[in-house]
């Protein structure tokens, strides 16, 4: 029969040692997890923006022009936000002007110019801090 003193016993050193790799392992995945998930000075907001600016300037995939304004306010929050919506002979613009360094996105669709007439045109948005 085997005393009680010697079971469920672990020498000090190899409970540190566990623990202190537990901690570097926590550690490392907390800092590539920050390093993935901050802000990033090479991703394009206005990319991902121009699709919630499209949503609200053009509801029936047809963009409003009369809607820039509010369309202007669905941009990236802590961002301003500049959007141009274009046809071959109109030009529609809200927001302050952009500085050269923006992040800046585009896209084509139908921009209704008056009744039962749609154009085609470009949606600019560029966006920056």
């Not at 997890?33 to 609200?56: C, F, G, K, M, Q």
């Not at 306010?73 to 030009?91: C, V």
Request: aromatic share 4%; hydrophobic share 40%; with cysteine.
């Amino acid at each position: 029969m085997s005393r009680s003193s010697d079971r469920g016993q672990t020498e000090p050193l190899a409970a540190l040692v566990a623990v202190v790799a537990v901690c570097l392992g926590l550690s490392l995945y907390v800092g590539v997890l920050d390093a993935e998930l901050a802000p990033s000075s090479e991703r394009n907001v206005a990319a991902s923006a121009i699709e919630r600016v499209e949503d609200a300037l053009a509801p029936s995939a047809v963009a409003l022009p009369d809607r820039t304004d509010d369309a202007r306010a669905n941009g990236p929050g802590g961002y301003r936000t500049n959007l141009t919506l274009t046809t071959e002979d109109q030009r529609w613009r809200a927001g302050p002007p952009a500085p050269a360094n923006a992040d800046s996105a585009r896209k084509r669709l139908g921009v209704r110019v008056g009744p039962s007439r749609v154009r085609t045109g470009t949606l600019r948005v560029r966006v920056w801090t």
